[in-house]
């Protein structure tokens, strides 16, 4: 990466941290849920365009923004997601979600601050990129926690077409602000949400017989379905069943006529995913059949894992290395999260890098938790390292 062009993007992001930490807080106080980001589109929107960065809104939510050049010899993409999660924060903090039920325990706030800055960072060296052939499209998608997510609506705008390189980041309170998770191949898991409805004759406890006794059935449904798809697929697919919500009967003396459980289907290989719903309906039937209900399931697919591309891991390796520090690009493991980011890499080559957010000596806090906190300096980070990317990726130079 040319050196003036790294040391201009360090300072550029060093100069606007405070204010990256400001608008970073201001949405973490007004977080918004998957396709209702009203407020944080236009925030978003009003900060680019006082940067005279060209912005056009999505269906619905979300935005894009456009730098470089207008018949550019390559393309590249960042990507940030904007939306909060339905859970209440516990975190105590000044700016705390004002939004009873809802905050951004996730750390989207995080992603959506850090690609602003390196969009405005870009945006400083705009020239550059336009003559050295490079146009960057960034995408502020809504809606990444719900299903069909954000992504695949991108998607199906068409706004990947003509994007041959797209990068973007993720929280991860296990490593320290200051290091970068980086690995190529798939770096999440496939993700499908699932729900059961068992239905049949309810009556009284003290006469089970005559009843299909709903609960029990429910029960074996919960511990029998994920043991036996277990001993269906190749371990090495990495599938784990698990459940998240069970709801049967208001009281201790009845045998309800309904239930249901609700759980997510996540699986480390692609192939195992693509079969894995008619494997669950089959399993879920033959577990409930000797008790006389009605079993429906209910099986919604989600995302595949996020395939990191090798040179696209390079450049963001390089980017971390030369802007962050020699020892800040760690190796990472696949996880069994889920990322629609995935949808984004199903025709485009690129890579997801996990940022490190916790504060060195600090608590280690967990995704999706309403408790969680995390150390803002790993905003400047990610809007270097995003940035340094599009950079190394597309040759730019300041010569």
Not at 31 to 45: F, L, N
Not at 63 to 71: K, T, Y
Not at 175 to 199: E, K, M, N, Q, Y
Not at 380 to 391: E, F, N, T
Request: contains cysteine; glycine residues 10%.
């Amino acid at each position: 990466m040319d050196t003036a062009l790294s040391d201009l993007i360090a300072a550029r992001v060093d100069a606007l941290e405070p204010e990256l930490i400001a608008l970073r807080r201001d949405l973490h106080a007004h977080p918004e849920i998957g396709y209702q980001e009203h407020r944080t589109t236009e925030v978003i929107r009003e900060r680019l365009e006082a940067s005279d960065v060209r912005t056009r809104r999505l269906d619905g939510t979300g935005l894009v923004a456009e730098l470089g050049a207008s018949q550019p010899r390559i393309r590249i993409g960042l990507r940030a997601d904007l939306d909060a999660l339905p859970v209440q924060e516990q975190t105590g903090l000044s700016f705390a979600s004002r939004e009873p039920g809802m905050c951004h325990a996730c750390g989207h706030d995080v992603h959506s601050a850090g690609v602003l800055g390196a969009t405005l960072a870009l945006a400083a060296v705009e020239h550059w990129l336009v003559e050295s052939g490079v146009a960057v499209r960034v995408i502020f998608q809504p809606a990444e926690e719900v299903l069909p997510g954000g992504a695949e609506s991108v998607v199906a705008q068409g706004e990947l077409v003509d994007v041959d390189r797209i990068f973007a980041v993720h929280c991860d309170p296990s490593i320290d602000v200051g290091t970068v998770g980086l690995a190529a191949g798939p770096i999440t898991a496939a993700c499908d949400d699932v729900t059961v409805t068992v239905s049949g004759r309810g009556g009284h406890t003290s006469r089970p017989h005559l009843t299909g006794d709903l609960t029990y059935a429910l029960a074996k449904v919960i511990t029998d379905v994920p043991a036996v798809l277990s001993r269906r697929l190749d371990p090495r697919a990495g599938a784990a069943l698990v459940w998240g919500a069970v709801h049967a009967g208001s009281a201790p003396n009845v045998i309800p006529s309904s239930g249901t459980a609700r759980g997510t289907l996540r699986m480390l290989d692609a192939q195992a995913w693509l079969k894995a719903e008619g494997l669950v309906q089959q399993i879920v039937h033959e577990v409930v059949a000797p008790y006389q209900v009605h079993a429906e399931v209910h099986h919604e697919r989600g995302v595949p894992p996020v395939v990191n591309d090798e040179a696209c891991i390079d450049a963001l390796r390089t980017s971390t290395t030369q802007l962050i520090g020699p020892d800040a690009a760690v190796g990472t493991p696949q996880s069994l999260g889920g990322e629609d980011f995935s949808w984004m890499l199903q025709n485009t080559s690129g890579a997801l890098a996990r940022l490190g957010t916790r504060t060195p000596g600090g608590a280690t806090y967990e995704l999706h938790q309403g408790n969680l906190v995390v150390d803002e300096a790993a905003i400047a980070i990610a809007a270097k390292v995003l940035s340094g990317a599009v950079l190394q990726t597309g040759g730019v130079s300041s010569s």
